[in-house]
């Protein structure tokens, strides 16, 4: 059988692992030592992990992050998540067909009192939010427990292979996410104020201040003064027909399967959602040599950063702007996708249907904030402060910059003495999480002689690295010292740095010295997976993506300074080199969509829209439209959506869609009620204190 | 003004099915209920145990009726409200809890209640994995069952909508005036209606409805915690009520627990504080969980890996004695309260909603005059109710 794993990444160190042995329903497979079953499975070719109770339909992953529980499968008799759960010697794992049996346990289970811990601060999540302002806190001797729900800190930063944007005082850019990720790790393992819990999962902040945290599978309830809320964000979800079968999943799920376990999930991927988060996990899985079919949006225009789009479009990913899906298609898991045109709003436009193979469609159509701790404390009566994703939907730089300001505002409401935290930095706070700007034509500069930079950064975003690196002081930001665009203007030594340094390559270096009429250009290139060296026939592209014609590689290598991003050189005639930002990899004929018609049998007949108990769209319109129901409690109490394991996560923006869809009044609408837990727990671990 | 025959105040356990009974009889019916939708009070709180092994003739000759009625609904009208005629079971761990069960089953076989002792092995054939050690026995009422509420209180719901039922919902009745040729003016804080007969079947807000009519019911709501698990095959047959009282200085003092598993294979739990807690509050507490669990897998040790997926704090709407509060007001004929439902009015609610129609329309029969006089509004509430 063939091994989804990735041999080789030009960023991430592919490590030797030791190999184990572990059974899927009754067949001997290998996985590496300590891995996710789901990653142990994927890497085995298996996307389909059983199949539903209600339906029959097929179940695999879906978050990848412990939320649902769409990966459940039966490990060694017992129902696990399959992405919470690491692959043990000889375990036996089984599909779960239908609802699973509950295991004999041997003799009578240890029954004792659960553990009480105050605190003065509770930081819930150790990503780019927490840590920061973790840090902050130790910095200022303020004790705290940082919780985390996995056993590595960083957050989402751990799956960011690519190189940051913002700045490099506040919010390191220039450097990749999983290495800031490590930085700030680094600075909070070895504190002496701040407690970290790994692989500990806050489930409540109950009415009695108390909050329930399971720690590495021993349940506490912790007492703090302030709470923190630093949980990040979930992914929004799409209605459309096959939006449940395996193989349909979000960009952090596909992250963490490609850039944290090395897996390749897939051959064939089509991206929903032209977004920072699609553009970029496109982008991961071109680093991962992985084909990505086209990238579908539905806006007219992509709202991620130009830049980043451009770094897609020149690798030779169509992007599809106007156009959303129509449907995933297969039967127990994905075959291909469909799309179309859609109009100004968003309706789709007949005969405009195109269907492309793939076995993977990532959903990245915006995040939104995990903000149920935020209520539970204030409903508790506990002062609360929230940062990063959890405050605010933006950048990981603004994350990590909000972070400082939340840590030393819970300083300051701690230790009276501490000063003021500066209006400037409240201003920055704004300017890091600023959307891009409108797109700017830029002039090629004039100059034809001696080496220089030519700066392909069209769009005011918050990233100013290549001004800070500029051995030569010649790069200037044009306005906002963070947020205005780069200009080169002065002397240039030709030291690379801030070609190197550029998050969204978007910097090439034509140097005229030795050939005026072929100046040689230099470009970042960073997908080793698609390897090039000296004396390969490349095509290389403006800005855009569009094609100039087909040059000679000089040579690539990857320096130190570059910090893994290979320079390529390429010898051009001088009409070209200063337009040649990139060059294409990924064949056209991939992207070619598919003239047989889809088989009738794999395409579904609705939209799901609660995926845990697999109610569709027609069961809550028919309640809406034809029962007048405007409380989603009722529509819960009928028909179960929101009653799943995830606990109305994914199902709540599906139904406001819906609700609005059937022109019921915002005022009339009833959102579900939450409740505990977050997650499930086994009942025997709140009967378990882990004293004996 | 709207005028309606009857209005009921309250679209829960009690209102609905009334509301259905009342408008089949073609009575013209308004419900009014300050909540979005039907059962969005204690009725959604309910973990949807129905049994008729009570200890008088009040609470099972109206369980009977609401066992009949929630067990034949879908053959009647089709859907499905998940009944399943799974039993009820108090194991006995102590001489003691032995001794009161089976004198009080006495007395449910003299009712003709189909309820039996058995034997801790019969109990272990019903229960596969229950703790044996101190086992005595248990009783096994295998006629009583489980529905889920959610279901059953949309389905009474929009049959009473067929019968001509009119709702409003989101409103909140704010005085309540007798007019002089009979009935009742009511206002609410969108709208001001009329009826003949007035029922206040508000649950936890009984005792302010009673107040607008000047009678003060002696209906205090209380505290209870209650949990639902992931759904797994079936492995148990009935509600098991574990009658031991518990104390544990880790957590807190409680009287009994019981669950039971639902016909979706959800295991629906609940525990009864042992100190009273009063009050409306509905927000979880960090104490039931640890608190409950304990007790659960040490009575069945193979709950320990059973997932809890989510938790609930709803009320009892308690009454001195723990018997409803059903009657007609002496003061004022047309008033009639349905209240202190004591945590079984979603049981106890189908049963009472025909009888409450009879008492309307005039037509009590003498079983029902036996039914009310164990919840007379007017009885001497210094009793203790032997079992519950």
């Not at chain 2, 449910?108 to 309820?115: A, D, G, T, V």
């Not at chain 2, 069952?145 to 709702?167: E, W």
Request: charge should be negative; include cysteine.
């Amino acid at each position: 059988m063939r091994e989804n794993r990735i041999k080789t990444h030009p960023i991430l160190e592919v490590k030797e692992k030791e190999d184990v042995a572990f059974y899927w329903n009754s067949e001997k497979l290998s996985a590496k030592r300590d891995e996710m079953l789901s990653s142990a499975l994927f890497a085995n070719g298996i996307k389909t992990f059983g199949h539903h109770h209600k339906d029959g339909s097929a179940q695999g992953i879906f978050c990848a992050n412990g939320q649902c529980a769409k990966c459940t499968v039966i490990a060694n008799g017992v129902p696990v998540k399959a992405c919470m759960t690491a692959v043990r010697e000889n375990m036996f794992v089984e599909s779960v067909e239908g609802l699973p049996k509950l295991p004999d346990v041997e003799g009578n289970p240890e029954i004792s009192d659960i553990e009480h811990v105050s605190t003065d601060v509770l930081i819930i999540g150790g990503g780019p939010a927490g840590l920061s302002a973790a840090i902050q806190l130790e910095e200022n001797h303020v004790s705290g427990i940082l919780v985390d729900d996995k056993d590595r800190l960083g957050g989402k930063l751990v799956l960011q292979t690519h190189k940051f944007f913002g700045s490099v005082e506040d919010s390191y850019a220039g450097m990749r996410g999983m290495e800031i990720g490590e930085m700030l790790a680094r600075k909070i393992e070895s504190s002496s104020h701040i407690d970290v819990w790994r692989n500990s999962t806050a489930l409540y902040v109950f009415k009695d201040g108390k909050v329930g945290i399971l720690k590495d599978g021993i349940y506490k309830l912790v007492t703090p003064q302030i709470i923190l809320n630093a949980a990040g964000a979930r992914e929004k979800f799409l209605r459309f027909r096959g939006n449940s079968l395996p193989g349909v999943y979000g960009a952090g799920a596909f992250q963490t399967l490609v850039n944290r376990d090395l897996i390749k999930p897939t051959d064939n991927l089509f991206i929903i959602g032209g977004g920072n988060v699609g553009i970029i996990a496109g982008y991961h899985a071109m680093q991962a040599g992985i084909n990505v079919i086209g990238l579908a949006e539905a806006m007219p225009r992509c709202g991620g950063y130009k830049v980043h789009e451009d770094k897609l479009k020149r690798l030779g990913v169509p992007i599809y702007t106007s156009h959303s899906i129509v449907s995933a298609n297969g039967h127990d898991s994905v075959r291909s996708v469909t799309i179309a045109q859609v109009d100004e709003n968003f309706h789709i436009v007949e005969n405009t249907e195109k269907t492309f193979e793939c076995d993977t469609i990532l959903i990245a159509v915006g995040l939104e904030s995990v903000s149920e701790f935020t209520y539970e404390a204030e409903k508790a009566g506990i002062k609360v402060f929230a940062a990063g994703d959890a405050s605010e939907i933006a950048e990981a730089s603004s994350a990590m910059f909000n972070g400082k300001i939340a840590g030393l505002r819970i300083v300051k409401e701690l230790k009276q003495d501490t000063g003021e935290i500066p209006q400037s930095w409240y201003e920055k706070a704004e300017i890091l999480k600023s959307h891009p700007g409108e797109v700017q034509e830029i002039a090629i500069p004039s100059r034809e002689e001696g080496i220089f930079p030519v700066i392909h950064c069209k769009q005011e975003i918050p990233c100013n690295p290549c001004s800070t690196v500029c051995s030569e002081g010649s790069i200037f930001m044009q306005g906002d010292p963070i947020k205005g665009r780069p200009v080169f203007d002065g002397e240039c030594q030709g030291c690379m740095k801030c070609l190197a340094i550029c998050p969204g390559l978007a910097i090439t270096m034509v140097d005229y010295r030795r050939d005026k009429a072929f100046p040689t250009v230099f470009l970042p290139y960073e997908i080793g997976n698609f390897p090039v060296k000296k004396g390969d026939m490349v095509d290389v592209s403006d800005v855009d993506g569009n094609i100039l014609g087909e040059y000679e590689v000089l040579g690539a290598k990857a320096t130190k300074e570059s910090n893994l991003t290979e320079i390529v050189r390429i010898k051009a005639p001088a009409a070209i080199a200063k337009k040649i930002v990139a060059f294409t990899i990924q064949k056209k004929e991939v992207s070619d969509p598919v003239t047989t018609k889809v088989p009738y049998d794999q395409i579904h007949d609705d939209e799901i829209v609660c995926l845990c108990e697999m109610v569709t769209a027609g069961e809550i319109r028919d309640l809406v439209r034809k029962r007048g129901v405007t409380d989603m409690n009722q529509i819960k109490a009928i028909t179960r959506a929101g009653m799943g394991p995830c606990g109305y996560k994914t199902c709540e923006n599906l139904m406001k869609q819906i609700f609005r869809a059937e022109k019921v009044a915002l005022g009339d609408m009833v959102l579900n009620t939450r409740r505990p837990l977050f997650v499930e727990v086994p009942l025997g671990k709140f009967a378990n204190g882990g004293k004996k | 003004m709207k005028t309606a025959d009857v209005i009921i105040i309250g679209a829960g356990s009690v209102g609905v099915p009334a509301a259905m009974s009342l408008a089949k009889e073609k009575l013209d019916v308004l419900v009014i209920d300050s909540l979005p939708s039907p059962g969005q009070g204690q009725n959604k709180k309910a973990i949807g145990g129905i049994r008729a092994t009570h200890s008088d003739k009040g609470k099972i000759t109206t369980s009977l009726r609401s066992i009949e009625i929630f067990s034949t609904w879908k053959e009647i009208h089709g859907d499905d409200i998940g009944w399943i005629s799974n039993g009820y079971s108090f194991p006995a761990y102590t001489e003691q809890d032995e001794k009161k069960l089976k004198e009080l089953m006495v007395t449910q076989k003299s009712f003709n209640l189909n309820i039996e002792w058995l034997s801790p092995e019969e109990y272990q054939e019903l229960v596969p994995g229950i703790n044996m050690t101190g086992l005595r026995g248990s009783t096994y009422s295998p006629g009583d069952g489980s529905a889920s509420p959610l279901l059953a209180i949309n389905a009474f719901y929009f049959k009473s909508l067929s019968y001509g039922a009119q709702y409003r919902f989101n409103e909140k009745v704010t005085a309540i005036e007798p007019l002089k040729e009979g009935g009742f003016s009511i206002t609410t804080d969108r709208d001001i209606y009329s009826c003949g007969r007035l029922i206040n079947a508000a649950g936890n807000h009984a005792r302010e409805i009673g107040r607008m009519a000047g009678v003060d019911l002696p209906v205090t709501p209380d505290s209870h915690e209650g949990a639902v698990s992931e759904p797994v095959q079936r492995f148990f047959g009935p509600m098991i009520v574990d009658l031991r009282p518990a104390m544990d200085p880790a957590t807190e003092d409680s009287a009994n627990y019981y669950f039971y598993q639902n016909s979706e294979g959800h295991v629906i739990f609940c525990l009864t504080p042992r100190h009273l807690i009063v009050g409306t509050e509905s927000e979880s507490t960090s104490v039931f969980l640890p608190q409950v669990a304990k007790r659960m897998v040490s009575l069945f040790p193979k709950l320990a890996n059973l997932k809890v997926r989510r938790t609930w704090r709803g009320q009892y709407p308690m009454t001195p004695d723990g018997f409803p509060i059903v009657g007609i007001l002496k003061e004022n004929p047309g008033f009639i309260n349905a209240v202190g439902m004591c945590g079984q009015g979603y049981m106890l609610g189908p049963g009472l909603g025909e009888i409450l129609t009879r008492m309307v329309t005039g037509s009590l029969t003498s079983d029902d005059q036996d039914v009310l006089a164990h919840f007379d509004p007017y009885r001497d509430f210094s009793g203790v109710e032997q079992f519950k």
